[in-house]
């Protein structure tokens, strides 16, 4: 199964409007993007003005023009959004660490120089660090809320039984419930 990333990468734009600066490149206006991505034009916009999107250029009409990039930039977006839950502040870092990692990659391949290049190692491996803390706690924070959950579960499928024993004329088993200790005391009182 394709990511949304893997799809933009492969679609091919169906025009190449040119640019205010006059060089002729693969864009998108808004419309194409939306069908694309799955996001609203309210969104994409929202990301512009929160720093986490600039569009590709304009067209002599004024109109947004979105290139590749950007299409994978607001796939990456609504994939740490959906799937992993970020907000926009842990979006916004990643994506500057994301950028920070790929200029360091290049001026890496720039250069044959075995100290700059593990100034530049560290420093790539720095930004990862910093991704993984967030994700150390993401994962912290949904393994809580699992645990809490499962806890609940197992109460409400006590009480379940207890329930269905009860409608069945049975006497209820409530040892497995701690939130109501007064019950079976009233029902041996009856």
């Known amino acids: 199964m394709m990511t949304d990333t893997e799809k933009a990468r492969k679609a091919q734009p169906q025009d190449a409007p040119e640019l205010d600066t006059g060089e002729l490149r693969p864009s998108y206006r808004m419309e194409e993007i939306v069908r694309r991505t799955g996001l609203t034009p ?28 950007d299409v994978s930039q607001l796939l990456r977006i609504k994939e740490l959004q959906t799937l ?20 360091i990659r290049q001026a890496y391949q720039q250069t044959t ?12 491996a720095t930004l990862a ?3 993984v803390r967030i994700i150390n706690e993401r994962m912290a924070r949904l393994a809580k809320l699992h645990d809490e959950l499962q806890q609940s579960l197992g109460r409400l499928r006590s009480r379940r039984e207890q329930l269905l024993s009860e409608i069945a004329g049975e006497p209820a088993d409530l040892s497995h419930d701690n939130h109501d200790s007064a019950a079976p005391q009233a029902r041996e009182e009856r």
């Open 129 to 131: 660090q910093s991704q």
């Open 42 to 69: 309210r969104a994409i916009r929202y990301y512009g003005e929160m720093g986490l999107l600039s569009p590709s250029g304009r067209t002599a009409g004024g109109f947004r023009l979105f290139s590749d990039a």
């Open 113 to 124: 120089d075995p100290r700059a290049r593990l100034g530049l190692v560290e420093r790539a």
């Open 84 to 103: 992993l839950g970020f907000s926009l502040a842990e979006i916004k870092e990643t994506l500057q660490a994301d950028a920070a990692r790929a200029e």
